[in-house]
């Protein structure tokens, strides 16, 4: 994933996540046990940085790892933090835990996305909500992003599109301004494209889906038809399938404190069904 590289110098480059964080400088010294004057001269390259230093600015500034990485070369250092692939050997104990959790999620469907949406695992509850999906959003890398918003995909099926198509783009704005990815922006700019589905008034609008917080969620309300839009504590998912309505409120996990660029990206996204139909539907399908 390609950052989009707003100065070459490490000082410019700090202030640019200080300033985005809005931050200021005396607030980040106190943070870092250093001081203003310090941090000023950084920003400045009247002073250039150490290595331990960058990483300490970098921690309270909440930089992502891949762009720690980014900092510490553009400062003349060796990158900190790994990128192996998901495949390598090294990563065997992650995969077979991340397998592990989504099949004792079953029938409940669950996923796993790569920083790009791109879906590197998923459950049997995923397969079945992508029944009917066009082939050519099916083959890989499957995107979680085209799978939920494509009008050949999932969005003629998602009975509350305005809502969830809302929030998913205003995640995607957020993930770009903190990851500063440009293929991150086109992507966005591609899905954020895509047309109504024919007949449908569900495309724009606001509205948030509450704390589903779907990342990369593969899953206008009609008139008298469905259930309702909202729960106390969430806006739920509502989706067509074998010709009844499930409900699904999601939440998404992620690795406490990583240490690799790739394990620091993925996002495990499990869908809770949101009433007593929809559970009973999906363990009917199981059983």
Partial sequence: MTTVALDTGVGPLLRSWR??????????ALRADSSARHISFIETGRSRPSEDMILRLAEHLDIPVRERNALLVVAGYAPRYAQTALDDPALGALREGME???????????LVVDGMYNVVAANRG????LEGVAGHLLAPPLNAM??????????????????WRADLLAQMERQIALARSAELRELYEEVAGYPAPV???RAEGAGTAGSSGGAGSLVGENAGAGPASSLPFALPLHIEHGGQVLSFVSSIATFNTPMDVTV?????????PADR????????LTS
Avoid: C, K, V, W
């Fill in 277 to 284: 139909a929809t559970a009973d539907h999906l363990r009917s």
């Fill in 100 to 110: 592990r959790l989504l099949q004792g999620y079953d029938p409940y469907p669950a």
């Fill in 199 to 201: 007949g449908s008034d």
């Fill in 19 to 28: 300033e985005q964080r809005r931050i200021s400088q005396l607030e980040l």
């Fill in 146 to 163: 085209r799978l939920t918003l494509h009008p050949e995909g999932l969005a003629p099926r998602i009975r509350n599109l305005r809502e």
């Fill in 126 to 129: 995923i397969a079945m909500l």
């Fill in 264 to 272: 620091a990206e993925l996002a495990i996204e499990t869908f809770l």
